[in-house]
């Protein structure tokens, strides 16, 4: 069954953000650009999930949780919160909000929220990763960007297998090499980590796919789009 995703965002290029991700994850996904579209909408096509900016011309994300609610509208509903605006959490919680994401955010994190509150029940299955069209079976040791499967060596594989494991989350060449070689950092062994991260986005791209695995120049190393 697919999940209807009602998004409420009045930044055009932030709504069709949102609307091609959710797409891409699998969601119905309709966009509404003011709140009394958005209250509108939300009554007429009942979704499954609402995502409802906060500062919205004509009517506030707060006022749309809030008139929902009292009409028993019991959809759960993400608030997104500007961080320069005078908006309180506790406030939007208090209206009836089930969640709430202060912007800027990374898009995984966002599909993290929409999953706890579609699919509450749905473990997390640690057997595999994913992350965009890459996947990850740690039982057969395989890894698949798409349909295409991709050789990697032991040590190209744990690596991923880390990154995958925090999405979004950039980490320090040292750290990245204690938590996967599991033994002390030092200036060659950090050559080796990058050898390491040079193959593996080889071997990632290899079909002009995009980069997944990104350098942070200087840092380390990080999984994101
Ligand atoms: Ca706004």
């Not at 409802?52 to 994300?61: A, H, I, K, Q, R």
């Not at 033994?183 to 990632?204: A, E, F, G, H, P």
Request: glycine share 6%; charged share 25%.
């Amino acid at each position: 069954m697919t999940h209807h995703i009602l998004v409420v965002e009045d930044e055009a290029k932030l709504a069709q953000l949102f609307e091609r991700f959710l797409q891409y994850k699998g969601y119905q996904v309709s966009v509404a650009s003011d709140g009394l579209a958005g209250l509108a909408t939300a009554r007429e096509s009942q979704p499954d999930l609402l995502i409802l900016d906060w500062m919205l011309p004509g009517v506030s994300g707060l006022e749309i949780c809030r008139r929902l609610r009292s009409t028993g509208v019991m959809v759960p509903i993400i608030l997104l919160i500007a961080k320069d605006e005078v908006s309180d959490p506790v406030a939007g919680l208090d209206g009836g909000a089930d969640d709430y994401l202060v912007k800027p955010f990374y898009l995984e994190e966002l599909f993290a929220r929409v999953r706890a509150h579609l699919h509450p029940n749905q473990e997390e299955d640690s057997d595999t990763g994913q992350f965009a069209d890459l996947s990850l079976n740690r039982s057969t040791r395989e890894v698949y960007r798409g349909d295409r499967l991709i050789e990697l060596t032991a040590e190209e594989f744990d690596l991923l297998d880390y990154l995958l494991s925090h999405p979004c989350q950039p980490f320090h060449r040292r750290t990245i090499f204690e938590q996967v070689w599991g033994c002390d950092w030092s200036d060659d062994n950090l050559s080796i980590l990058d050898q390491c991260v040079c193959c593996l986005r080889k071997k990632l791209t290899a079909n002009g796919e995009k980069p997944l695995v990104q350098v942070l120049c200087g840092v380390g190393y990080v999984l994101r789009e």
